[in-house]
């Protein structure tokens, strides 16, 4: 049989897989510029937070669609437990993470410390234990991974 295709994809090269880097990268980058800020007080970390904020999340909306689509495209990607983690992890770092954006428009201060700083900390460990399930969907389950024989 098989492996599980991604229904969101370019001549075989699944389009969630190419954009998933860019939000965790900026969401990640989010974490280490508050805690910049944190310790420093320079007002240019809160603003980057912010710029990495507001990048990360323009680009996660087209990977979120992409999941979607690859998500309720293939029965047998539902089937899998670390596909539900996957999804519903992401779900929650996305939610959390447009909320962090509105704390990031306060004043410098107030946008990192405390609130904004825990958040950007509960979105990198979300994206840490999501990336660990959707490196198992790949690597052990093969989702999006063409088989031998595939066009």
């Known amino acids: 049989m098989a492996n599980p295709r991604s229904t969101a994809s370019l001549f075989g090269h699944p389009f969630h897989v190419m ?3 860019i939000p965790v990268t900026c969401f990640a980058g989010t974490l280490f510029t508050d805690i910049a800020y944190w310790k420093t007080a320079n007002m240019q970390w809160a603003n980057m937070s912010a710029w990495l904020l507001t990048a990360g999340l323009v680009v ?3 990977a979120v669609l992409a999941g979607i689509i690859d998500f ?12 539900w983690i996957h999804a ?3 779900a929650l770092a996305l939610v959390l993470s447009i909320f962090n954006a509105f704390v990031h428009s306060r004043d410098a201060y107030t946008s990192v410390v405390p609130t904004g700083l825990v ?3 509960l979105v990198v460990l979300i994206l840490l234990v999501t990336g660990w ?12 991974v063409r088989s031998e024989g595939d066009p």
């Open 133 to 144: 399930n959707g490196w198992t969907m790949v690597h052990r389950h093969r989702v999006g």
């Open 60 to 62: 996660a909306v087209f």
């Open 119 to 121: 958040l950007s900390a």
């Open 88 to 90: 519903i992890g992401n």
């Open 19 to 21: 954009l998933v880097p």
């Open 72 to 83: 309720l495209g293939e029965r047998r990607i539902r089937a899998l437990r670390s596909a």
